[in-house]
């Protein structure tokens, strides 16, 4: 492994399941240790529930708003926020804005990369991608979860008046 340095805009470029992800590391230049991808993802977009069975994830939000969900749990995430995304727990995420989505994407060990050109080089027919993520050790395991942004299940109650 050598220092790497790549300008704005620079990696391989993939779009992938209606989002495009731009490779900025993987296995070549971090010995097989990590995958860093940005990913832009359109208004609307999400994930199906899945899992990742050999490989640990995560994401900055660079700009935009998800909602995050991880086994029973969820977030709704903005610029700046991190979230760590175990291996072997279903997880799913969603552009819940009206604008694009920026992510900084990072899988370890290294690998997501060669899943995302693979499914950007082929058909996206739901019976290929599972054939395409089971060979990455990926399983889709339901569509994405409910988005809604819900209020609070109590309001707050309107301060009283004296």
Same mark, same amino acid.
């Given at each position: 492994?050598?220092?790497?340095?790549?300008?704005?805009?620079?990696?391989?470029?993939?779009?992938?399941?209606?989002?495009?992800?731009?490779?900025?590391?993987?296995?070549?230049?971090?010995?097989?240790?990590?995958?860093?991808?940005?990913?832009?993802?359109?208004?609307?977009?999400?994930?199906?529930?899945?899992?990742?069975?050999?490989? /640990?994830?995560?994401?900055?939000?660079?700009?935009?708003?998800?909602?995050?969900?991880?086994?029973?749990?969820?977030?709704?995430?903005?610029?700046?926020?991190?979230?760590?995304?175990?291996?072997?727990?279903?997880?799913?995420?969603?552009?819940?804005? /009206?604008?694009?989505?920026?992510?900084?994407?990072?899988?370890?060990?290294?690998?997501?990369?060669?899943?995302?050109?693979?499914?950007?080089?082929? /058909?996206?027919?739901?019976?290929?991608?599972?054939?395409?993520?089971?060979?990455?050790?990926?399983?889709?395991?339901?569509?994405?979860? /409910?988005?809604?942004?819900?209020?609070?299940?109590?309001?707050?109650?309107?301060?009283?008046?004296?």
């Amino acid at each position: 492994m050598s220092a790497l340095h790549l300008p704005a805009g620079g990696g391989a470029v993939h779009p992938f399941l209606g989002t495009t992800m731009t490779v900025k590391a993987g296995g070549p230049e971090t010995g097989d240790r990590l995958t860093v991808i940005e990913q832009e993802c359109p208004p609307g977009f999400a994930t199906p529930l899945h899992v990742h069975r050999d490989d /640990d994830e995560a994401f900055y939000v660079l700009s935009g708003t998800a909602r995050m969900h991880c086994g029973e749990r969820s977030w709704q995430v903005t610029a700046g926020a991190f979230v760590l995304l175990p291996r072997r727990v279903p997880h799913a995420f969603a552009n819940v804005q /009206d604008a694009p989505l920026r992510l900084l994407q990072l899988t370890w060990p290294a690998g997501f990369e060669h899943f995302a050109a693979e499914v950007a080089a082929g /058909d996206v027919d739901p019976g290929h991608l599972a054939e395409v993520a089971a060979r990455h050790g990926y399983q889709v395991i339901g569509p994405p979860p /409910d988005t809604a942004v819900r209020p609070p299940a109590h309001p707050p109650r309107p301060e009283e008046s004296s």
